[in-house]
């Protein structure tokens, strides 16, 4: 199913008494949103075998020193999300982080698995998304200006 915002214009009488009670003004009404799914009327692509990767990135600098990967909303929605179950995606929406499996099959080295606590996906700053991933550029597999291409695999349940 795919996922998208839900946004919350309108408060409660109850949430807006207790707004009330805690300051003198009523404009500090909190605007809020979920995650929910909808009905997808267009499947997924189908992923094509040659060319499976969704997401492409050509690394900077800052990516490279923080060991982040940044993603943008739109490719995080339709690439990741759609294929997450709604309770992981209102955690990293609401700021958690969750453990991933990353499958690095760089041609050079030969496919290598990183799982582990610095392996991560996460929610960035500005509606963007990040990939922790210091492993993978820490063991120089990863310098500015290389190109990433990456996508979520739904049988293993692992980045590749």
Known sequence: MRKT???????????EEEV?????S???LPLRREVIEIRDFYLPPEPDL??????KKVMNNTDVLIGKLV????????HIFRFW????????VNGNKVYVPIWDLTPKVGPVQYQNESIYFGKGLCETYVLGWLDVVRNDRVSPRDEV???WDQKSGTFI
């Open 5 to 15: 915002f839900f946004y919350k214009f309108f408060v409660t009488k109850a949430e």
């Open 20 to 24: 009330a009670k805690a300051s003198s």
């Open 26 to 28: 009523i404009t500090n």
């Open 50 to 55: 040659a060319n499976p990767w969704r997401i």
């Open 71 to 78: 993603l943008m909303h739109n490719d995080v929605f339709e």
């Open 85 to 92: 179950s709604l309770e992981i995606c209102n955690q990293v």
């Open 149 to 151: 291409s990456l996508y």
